[in-house]
């Protein structure tokens, strides 16, 4: 069964910046494009970046181009987020994935809160 645990998130102020983790298990986490969401009460969930199996290949949402980098690391089974010049509209839940979630399970995920 497909296991997600993420970490890594918590209160930061504007501008400032996070790493998130998370530890993956129960399929073969290099033969997978994977995913970063987020979702917001009421607004649903959004793809915020996305990563080929190998991780040389990677593509960010509008909002978050040029501030978040996605990395993994096939060794670990562990998928980053490093987050950077966060602002308000950042705050959200943050869950990994494998892209689509081909698997049906979701991790708790981390919350993530940009305020001052």
């Known amino acids: 069964q497909a296991q997600f645990v993420e970490s890594g998130g918590g209160l930061v102020q504007p501008g400032g910046s996070l790493r998130l983790s998370c530890e993956v298990s129960?399929?073969?986490?290099?033969?997978?494009?994977m995913a970063w969401y987020r979702q917001v009460p009421g607004r649903g969930r959004e793809l915020v970046a996305r990563?080929?199996?190998?991780?040389?290949?990677?593509d960010y949402a509008d909002s978050t181009k040029g501030r978040f980098a996605i990395s993994r690391d096939n060794a670990q089974n562990t998928l980053y987020l490093q987050m950077d010049s966060l602002n308000t509209e950042d705050t959200a839940l943050y869950l990994c994935?494998?892209?689509?979630?081909?698997?049906?399970?979701w991790g708790q995920g981390t919350q993530v809160t940009v305020s001052s």
């Open positions: 129960g399929f073969t986490f290099s033969s997978y494009w």
């Open positions: 990563i080929s199996g190998s991780g040389d290949k990677t």
């Open positions: 994935n494998a892209l689509h979630y081909p698997f049906g399970s």
